[in-house]
């Protein structure tokens, strides 16, 4: 597959990912049944699947593609990193100090992911 379709198709599987993520947690997601939850969260689900395997399957052909690479990972880790210690403050003055486990693990997870990607690309470079 071209370089450029497989970006587009990237493109498009995500706005269709946050289209989805809408769909679960915007106004329209109260008059939703189970049943069509549960249908919007497993196709949720499968596309997330297929971006990952696209990202993980794109290989940089060159270094100015390698670097796009680099710095679309670095621009979504700061990013969601970000988002993470925004709302465990948020969580820490709304709700008394008790914040939601799922952003402390989120914000874990990624922490750790990076530190163990940063020793990886030290050892095998």
Known sequence: MKHA???WIE?????????????????LAVSLSIGMVAM?????VVLFILVVLLAWKERARDERERLH????????FLTGA??????????MFHHMYE??????LTLGVMLIAH???????????
């Open 5 to 7: 379709t497989a970006v």
């Open 11 to 27: 493109l498009a599987l995500t706005s269709i990912l946050v289209l989805f993520l809408l769909l679960l947690k915007g106004p």
């Open 40 to 44: 919007v969260a497993s196709v949720f």
């Open 69 to 76: 690479r680099m710095l679309a990972g670095r621009i979504g």
């Open 82 to 91: 970000s988002i993470a210690v925004i709302g465990i403050v948020v969580q």
């Open 99 to 104: 914040v939601d486990s799922w952003l402390v």
């Open 115 to 125: 530190a163990i990607g940063t020793v990886y690309g030290h050892r095998n470079s």
